[in-house]
T-cell receptor, first 115, second 109 residues
Framework: GAVVSQHPSWVICKSGTSVKIECRSL??????MFWYRQFPKQSLMLMAT?????????EQGVEKDKFLINHASLTLSTLTVTSAHPEDSSFYIC???????????FGPGTRLTVT | QKEVEQDPGPLSVPEGAIVSLNCTYS??????FMWYRQYSRKGPELLMY????GNKEDGRFTAQVDKSSKYISLFIRDSQPSDSATYLC?????????FGAGTTVTVRA
């Protein structure tokens, strides 16, 4: 149980375009979903937290107009990187939790390369 | 000061050895403690989850929490080459996790 999927697993886009990444909880209803960014050989950096039907809460320093998060349902959250630039190239990982449980279950990640 | 400190290693051990990993944390309010395993270019996988102080065992894995010293540990017995990965500790007192830097472990066949 507690499976989280992400799509796509890898995407290349041109500078200036937008990219959407989907995160789905497959076998549970996610109370909260999280989006992280990870640079090579570094730990996870929380970007934002989203609850179904509510606006996302962004961490300090994360541009909410650049990283649009939509938590449309209890099983789906999307991250859209708008007007992507090469410095946005990174590994983006989502996670989900449910109910009163504090542990988070992570998706397999999406590798974004902006050329 | 980071909320969670973890030695990034790398740590290299022969197959069959005991792997010992640890983290320290600064916030005494943390009550939930987790260990994640992350293979290269993959998302983290939850290995162990403990609440408050004590030990928890699951197969070859043992997690220990000592809240008095703000110290958490993970032990892997009879290590296998498939255990080669980065191990991240994480703590929480609410819905957000604070992660350590991750320790890269290599188990040599």
């Amino acid at each position: 149980g507690a499976v989280v999927s992400q799509h796509p697993s890898w995407v290349i886009c041109k500078s200036g375009t937008s990219v959407k990444i989907e995160c789905r909880s497959l076998d549970f209803q996610a109370t909260t979903m999280f989006w992280y960014r990870q640079f090579p050989k570094q730990s996870l950096m929380l970007m934002a937290t989203s609850n179904e039907g509510s606006k996302a809460t962004y961490e300090q320093g994360v541009e909410k107009d650049k990283f649009l998060i939509n938590h449309a349902s209890l099983t789906l959250s999307t991250l859209t990187v708008t007007s992507a630039h090469p410095e946005d190239s990174s590994f983006y990982i989502c996670s989900a939790r449910w109910g009163r449980y504090y542990e988070q279950y992570f998706g397999p990640g999406t590798r974004l390369t902006v050329t | 000061q980071k909320e969670v400190e973890q030695d990034p290693g790398p740590l290299s051990v022969p197959e069959g050895a005991i792997v010992s990993l640890n983290c320290t944390y600064s916030n005494s309010a943390f009550q939930y403690f987790m260990w994640y395993r992350q293979y290269s270019r993959k998302g983290p996988e939850l290995l162990m989850y403990t609440y408050s102080s004590g030990n928890k065992e699951d197969g070859r894995f043992t997690a220990q929490v000592d809240k008095s010293s703000k110290y958490i540990s993970l032990f892997i017995r009879d290590s296998q080459p498939s255990d080669s990965a980065t191990y991240l500790c994480a703590t929480s007192n609410d819905y957000k996790l604070s992660f350590g830097a991750g320790t890269t472990v290599t188990v040599r066949a």
